[in-house]
């Protein structure tokens, strides 16, 4: 069992920037792959970007490509989510994910953190 625990949510204008993090304990890191996502008001949550075992591999969705860059880093056991040229309709609660196969992230399952509020202000 992992637990995750997301932090760096907060208030930005549009085209701003802000680094989400997600710090796990529990299990051996290096086993899971890892996830974002994210849930606006009255929408379902929505798969933003994930990143294999190794953080060798990374997957977004086509709305943040070239924007949002995920990395892993084993050695602390933590996620990062770099979002850069935030736009309005970013605003959500962002959720890390954790799971041992990568499919089983991207397909939203497995363990899951907290959440933390981002707003994007236009």
């Known amino acids: 069992q992992v637990q995750l625990v997301e932090s760096g949510g907060g208030l930005v204008q549009a085209g701003g920037s802000l680094r989400l993090s997600c710090a796990a304990s529990g299990r051996a890191f290096t086993s899971y792959a890892m996830g974002w996502f994210r ?3 009255g ?3 929505e798969f933003v970007a994930a990143t294999s075992r190794s953080g060798s591999s990374t997957f977004y969705v086509d709305s943040v490509k070239g924007r949002f860059t995920i ?3 084993n050695a602390k056991n933590m996620v990062f989510l770099q979002m850069n040229s ?3 309709e970013d605003t959500a609660v962002y959720y890390c ?3 041992t196969v990568i499919a089983t992230v991207k397909s939203g ?3 899951w953190g907290q959440g933390t509020q981002v707003t994007v202000s236009s």
């Open 97 to 99: 994910n954790a799971a």
């Open 39 to 41: 849930q606006a008001p």
């Open 43 to 45: 929408k379902e949550r």
């Open 86 to 88: 935030l736009k309005p």
């Open 71 to 73: 990395s892993k880093d």
């Open 109 to 111: 399952s497995g363990y």
